[in-house]
């Protein structure tokens, strides 16, 4: 419907007053039979409007739990014509059965049931929550003939709920990843000292040979190498997982990015993914906030390194190509992954949207990253073919 044609709440309810308006002088013509005879009809056909194309699920079904009447907001909510479904019971239409014959019996006993959250299978098999009220129909005998449910869609509210529990667990693996390095970090200096201490005594031991010496001065220098490499990693997780306050000052983007790439050692070190870096001659120099420009990056070669894993080759390249003109600096990183389509790569911006199975992504990191550029003054744009890979542009202002 045109917003022209659309009728607002008050213009519905100035209908349903003229309902009486209309009848007193309807009277003087057609006399009390006529103008109740029209009334009946006309709120009929208004009524039946109404609940027709009400935005939320409405149907009625019989004593027996078969479906006799099935709206417009139903059939959008689970895929369904009213024709496909009408005769149908109710019962096959919902993930758990038993759950809805309970409340069928619950709306009999006590004229009306209530169920906060509550799950019927769209056609196409996912499950639609609702905040669904039933209410028990009956004759003028008293006796029960059906049942009428109004069913509120809240699938949105219902996911975005999920999602929230999700960022939630996400945040306090951070706080649990910044302890546990906290934790490693009191040992390795204890074994630093331990090997620097060795090193020392190899040295000056007598009766070794030469030999043997080397070997042992070897074996510590390496001891300690690998704590300060420890120590360096737990240092950075510590960093990025850190909340910190904006702060703006001069950085070189390529020192930051080979920062990044060298964070981000542990997803490469198992896989073929070659980084390959294509520079802008000497250091790129901006002002700007390194730890949010930081999250950026891991977030992108993150999604970079998923796509490559998930088109299954085996290998795959990441470069990282920097450029700049009188005002800005850009990034571009570009993967040889899946990438997407048109359709998909229209929505990666938009809140809690995903193309990764539930677990492997939370539909947040894109979004945040596009609105950390924004803030930092910059923009951030994609361009992307599926089947042959993805490149995010980064543009930040140089001043």
């Known amino acids: 419907m045109s917003g022209a044609g659309r009728k607002s709440f008050a213009d519905w309810l100035k209908i349903i007053l003229s309902f009486g308006l209309w009848g007193r002088s309807t009277r003087k013509k057609h006399g009390q039979k ?67 014959l309970k409340l069928l019996e619950d709306s009999r006993k006590e004229s009306s049931a209530v169920s906060m959250d509550f799950s019927f299978l769209h056609k196409e098999g996912h499950p639609v929550y609702f905040n669904i009220s039933l209410i028990d129909l009956k004759n003028a005998e008293d006796k029960s003939i059906g049942t009428v449910g109004i069913c509120h869609n809240i699938t949105r509210w219902k996911k975005l709920e999920e999602d929230l529990v999700r960022v939630d667990r996400l945040a306090e693996m951070g706080r649990i990843a910044a302890g546990v390095a906290h ?55 510590l960093g990025f997982a850190r909340d910190s306050e904006p702060t703006k000052k001069e950085i070189d983007i390529h020192e930051l990015l080979k920062e990044t790439v060298a964070f981000l050692g542990p997803e490469l070190k198992y896989k073929q993914i070659e980084i390959l870096y294509q520079f802008t001659e000497g250091p790129l120099i901006l002002k700007s906030d390194p730890k949010k420009l930081e999250q950026v990056f891991v977030n992108l070669l993150t999604n970079a390194i998923y796509a490559i894993k998930e088109k299954g080759e085996g290998k795959g390249e990441i470069t990282l190509h920097t450029s700049a003109s009188d005002s800005d600096a850009e ?67 140089l001043a």
């Not at 990034?331 to 929505?347: F, R």
Request: net charge negative; with cysteine; aromatic share 6%.
């Open 183 to 237: 934790e490693i970090n009191n040992p390795l200096a204890v074994i630093s000292e331990a090997a620097g201490w060795g090193a020392v005594v190899a040295k000056d031991a007598k009766g070794l040979g030469k030999e043997d010496q080397q070997e042992l001065e070897k074996i510590f220098a390496d001891v300690i190498e690998q704590t300060k490499r420890c120590r360096s990693r737990t240092k950075q997780v």
């Open 34 to 100: 006529g103008r109740t005879e029209f009334d009946i009809l006309r709120a009929h056909d208004f009524l039946r409007s109404v609940l027709q194309y009400s935005h939320d699920m409405i149907f009625v079904t019989d004593v027996h739990g078969f479906l006799i009447s099935f709206n417009k907001g139903g059939e959008q909510a689970l895929g369904y014509t009213q024709e496909e479904i009408v005769g149908t019971l109710l019962k096959d239409l919902a993930q758990d059965p038993e759950e809805l």
């Open 331 to 397: 990034i571009q990183i570009s993967d040889t992954g899946t990438g997407m389509s048109e359709e998909v790569q229209a929505k990666i911006f938009d809140l809690f949207f995903t193309t990764k199975p539930t677990g492997k992504g939370t539909g947040l990191g894109l979004p945040i990253c596009h609105n950390i550029v924004k803030k930092l003054g910059g923009r951030m744009s994609c361009k992307s073919r599926l089947g042959e890979g993805t490149t995010f542009i980064i543009q930040i202002p």
